[in-house]
Nanobody, 124 residues
Framework: QVQLVESGGGLVQAGGSLRLSCAGS????????AGWFRQVPGMEREFVAS????????KYADSVKGRFTISRDNAKNTVYLQMNSLKPEDTAVYFC?????????????????WGQGTQVTVSS
């Protein structure tokens, strides 16, 4: 398990951009696959994007393909989510998640390591 802390959320107008950061504790974080999920109150947590521990493999939800880019800097123990062309439907709490063995897209609350979340609000 690693500790994860998200930052970079905020309020932005539709069409704008935000970059989220997820800082992982300890040198072992660089050996974890990591990713982002989002959740709207009353809805299931939704997979957004993931990246392998090397950064060589990425995966995206269809709803964000072409608009969001996930990347990582293992020297800084940080994973990023660059969000462009934001839409009001992207409004949610965004969570960072990581695991050494399981595919990130399969993680659920209580499985793997999770951050506390950061709010992203996109106004129309």
């Amino acid at each position: 398990q690693v500790q994860l802390v998200e930052s970079g959320g905020g309020l932005v107008q539709a069409g704008g951009s935000l970059r989220l950061s997820c800082a992982g504790s300890g040198r072992t974080f660089r050996s974890y696959a990591a990713g982002w999920f989002r959740q709207v109150p009353g809805m299931e947590r939704e997979f957004v994007a993931s990246i392998s521990w090397t950064g060589g493999s990425t995966k995206y939800a269809d709803s964000v393909k072409g608009r969001f880019t996930i990347s990582r800097d293992n020297a800084k123990n940080t994973v990023y989510l660059q969000m462009n062309s934001l839409k009001p439907e992207d409004t949610a709490v965004y969570f960072c998640a990581a695991d050494r063995l399981l595919p990130v897209a399969t993680l659920t609350s209580g499985v793997g390591s999770w951050g506390q979340g950061t709010q992203v609000t996109v106004s129309s």
